[in-house]
Structures are given as structure tokens and as C-alpha cells.
């Protein structure tokens, strides 16, 4: 059913009130972006109907087979960097463009009065609990001379040094969380996912691969400076990102990582560079996106397509395997969900996917709380200044739980 609100800004709101009282509930927003790659603007999936979980999925054809037996149906869900996955065919499903919303549900018209019914008050994040740095700053200096000393031998080009903030026995409403960060840091692929205990809370800006017809697109970002604090400083900023010759070659040695990747499941001769060192600028940070896409050869399944591109290069580093087994070595502790993706597939087997970067991941049950930052290391790498840039990455979800 197609559902035009008197004041749509208003019923998206209650809509979210509404799936977050679900033990289910995903809503993806692009806080319209202008997006040629994407197609919705928002999303709202709640309650399950079916779901797909596994704790190491390393057979994708598995989650293939999930969404094959639903077709036509939109599928949200995450992959961890770690290879944790869980997926949920939604009882309610509203997609918003324009000022019209799909709505899916048995009796849509109850649904529209039970949403319209919906007072919206700011609620307070109550955040209770004490930030902890897994990493130490020595540990961190240490981690990164290890990291470029490999460098230097040719062991690898590149690598993304992440750590974790954290805190035990913490307590937060893990909505108004999303709100203000969402607030705070708007970004094209805002999400707030609940599942039981498990809630995460992201306001990734990055793409980390997109499926439209027989076309995949890839978008990672290498390359970060704050915004100015005047409009002649931010130009001044931008001006000097676009010239700055390590930022220049973290972004190009990822696109050749990422256009290494998408050959596996490309045309022959399909792979191309789209945009280079593209600057876009968010509330916190400006950053240097490339965009590359290629056609997908027509035996390539969907999931097959992820699992060779995954996991997304921009957080891994050159080459790929060789960097992540070095990061395996010196980070301390597991990703988890940092560092992997959180998407949905669609129609004709469609998807698109984000990169879980500016994330809160938290259990209500344990009480722990989550977020890591991270920067790439180059052999042109500053310790100190990648540190700084580990610090401004975290601003934002650091002055949400201040």
C-alpha cells in the first residue's frame, strides 16, 4: 500500500519510535544524500518472519540459498569481519521516497492509525559507564613502527591499524543513542539494527559494495581532514586533502586493491575506475571517496560476488591477505562487527551494502559497549598524526556518550 503522510518528516519519525519497540527492527537512513547508487532514502523493517544466523560462514552458497527462498522480499542484515552473519525476512517492511510510503503489512491502514497515534519526545541517552582505550598509546606506537617496519621490508604496501574503545557494565538507550548520533553525525548509511540484546548503532558515510542489474559498485574512502572552523579554513582544508601525497596513495592503493577484487567476479574488461580521489564533506570530516564499479559475469551469484570482495579492502589493507594477517597480530582483540558490513538484498538480487565504520555495538544483556576507530599506515605514515586522525574519527560517538 502507498501511504502519502500529511507531514512526512513527522510519521518518519514516529515509524522509528514505532520499530523500536520491536525485539526485531533495522532502519537504514541516507539522510538524503544525493545517491546515484542507492534507491532508498529510508527503511524500516521489523519483526522476523524467517531468519538466517551463523557464527563462521565461510560457505556463502549457505546464505545464498536464504535468499533464494525469498524472493521478492527485501532482506536486511550484517556480516562481521569475523564472519558472524545474521539475516531476517521482516513482517512489516516501509520504504520511504518522496513524500509516499510503501507499506507491507497484512493490515496496512491499522498499522498508519497505530503509527499516527505515536507521541515523539527526545528522550535522554543515559548513558552510564566509563570509556576504556583497549589499546594504549605506547601500544598503539608500538603496533604501528611494527606495521611499517613490514612495510619497509615489502611484506606489505599498506594497513589499516584499528583499536577499540570500550566499556563494561554500561547501560544505554540505545535508540535515543541512534537519534542523536544520527543528529550529530548525519551520514548515507546511518543504521540502527536491533536483534534481542544486540544493538548497534552507525553512522558509517562509506559503501562497500552495491549490487543494481548486472552492475556492482564499490566506493572506499582513504583520506581524512577536519572540517575548518571558518568557511575560508575548510576551503583551505580541502584544497590541501586533494594535494596531500600520503592521503593520495592510501585512496590509490586501495582502488587497485578493490579493482583486484572485483575482477573475480567481473566481465573481463568491465573494470573501471568511476571517480578518483573524489572529496565529500560530512558534519565531522572531509574525505577522499573513490568509486569503482565493473558488469558482473551472469554465473556469479549474489553472495559470491560479497564473499570475493569481502572483507572491504579499505579496512584490510594491500594485499589483502597478507595485511590482515599482520593486523590479526598486532591489534589486540577481535573486530567483531567493526570493520564488516551491514546491508540488505532486494529484488532480482539486488543489494547494497555499507562498510561498519563511526558504530556503537552494544549488548543490553552483558553490558558491553563497543566502538573501534582506525587509520591506514603507509610508508609515508606520520605515527602521531595518524593517531590524531584515530581521535577525530571517534569525536563524534565520544561526544555522544561525554
Given amino acids: 500500500m502507498i501511504y502519502e503522510p500529511r507531514n512526512v518528516d513527522l510519521f518518519k519519525e514516529k515509524a522509528q519510535l514505532w520499530a523500536s ?21 529510508l527503511m524500516i523493517a521489523v519483526e522476523k518472519t524467517s531468519e538466517f544466523k551463523c557464527d563462521n560462514l565461510q560457505d556463502f552458497r549457505n546464505l545464498q540459498n536464504f535468499i533464494d527462498q525469498h524472493p521478492d522480499e527485501i532482506i536486511p542484515g550484517y556480516l562481521s569481519y569475523d564472519l558472524e552473519a545474521y539475516f531476517f525476512v521482516p513482517l512489516y517492511l516501509l520504504t520511504f521516497e518522496d513524500n509516499k510510503v510503501n507499506i507491507k503489512a497484512s493490515d496496512p491502514l491499522s498499522l498508519i ?13 543515559n548513558f552510564h559507564g566509563i570509556i576504556k582505550n583497549r589499546m ?95 568557511q575560508k579554513e575548510d576551503n583551505e582544508i580541502k584544497i590541501k586533502l586533494k594535494q596531500d601525497p600520503k592521503e ?46 565493473c558488469t558482473l559475469k551472469s554465473q556469479i551469484s549474489s553472495t559470491a560476488a560479497i564473499q570475493n570482495t569481502f572483507p572491504p579492502g579499505s579496512m584490510t589493507g594491500a594485499p589483502k591477505i597478507s595485511a590482515m594477517k599482520l593486523i590479526d597480530r598486532y591489534e589486540k582483540g577481535k573486530r567483531g562487527l567493526y570493520a564488516g558490513s551491514i546491508g540488505y538484498f532486494h529484488s532480482d538480487n539486488d543489494f547494497d551494502f555499507n562498510v561498519v565504520i563511526r558504530t556503537i555495538v552494544y549488548n543490553s544483556e552483558r553490558g558491553d559497549l563497543s566502538f ?31
Fill in 113 to 125: 492509525k497505530e503509527i499516527e497515534m505515536l507521541e515523539v519526545k527526545k528522550e535522554a541517552i
Fill in 372 to 402: 573501534h576507530v582506525g587509520g591506514a599506515i603507509t610508508a609515508y605514515a606520520n605515527e602521531a598524526d595518524e593517531y590524531q586522525e584515530c581521535l577525530l574519527k571517534a569525536s563524534a560517538i565520544n561526544s555522544l556518550l561525554s
Fill in 248 to 293: 593520495i596513495s592510501e585512496n590509490i592503493m586501495i582502488v587497485d586493491l578493490v579493482r583486484n577484487d572485483l575482477t573475480k567476479s567481473a566481465k573481463p574488461g568491465t573494470v573501471k575506475v568511476e571517480e578518483l580521489l573524489g572529496l565529500y564533506s560530512f558534519k565531522q570530516v572531509h574525505q577522499l571517496i573513490s568509486t569503482i564499479s
Fill in 136 to 230: 594504549s598509546r605506547q601500544e598503539y606506537g608500538f603496533a604501528f613502527q611494527k606495521l611499517q617496519e613490514h612495510i619497509i621490508k615489502g611484506d606489505i604496501y599498506e594497513v589499516n591499524l584499528c583499536q577499540e574503545f570500550y566499556s563494561e557494565n554500561a547501560k544505554l538507550n540505545s535508540f535515543a543513542a541512534y537519534k542523536e548520533l544520527n543528529s550529530i553525525s548525519p551520514t548515507p548509511f546511518s543504521c540502527y539494527f536491533k536483534h534481542d540484546s544486540n544493538f548497534i548503532i552507525s553512522a558509517s558515510p562509506e559503501r562497500f559494495l552495491s549490487k543494481r542489474g548486472n552492475r556492482l559498485i564499490s566506493q572506499p574512502i582513504k583520506g581524512t581532514a577536519p572540517r575548518g572552523n571558518t
Fill in 21 to 41: 519497540s520491536f525485539s526485531t527492527a533495522c532502519i537504514f537512513d541516507s539522510n538524503n544524500y544525493n545517491d546515484p547508487f542507492g534507491s532508498l532514502s
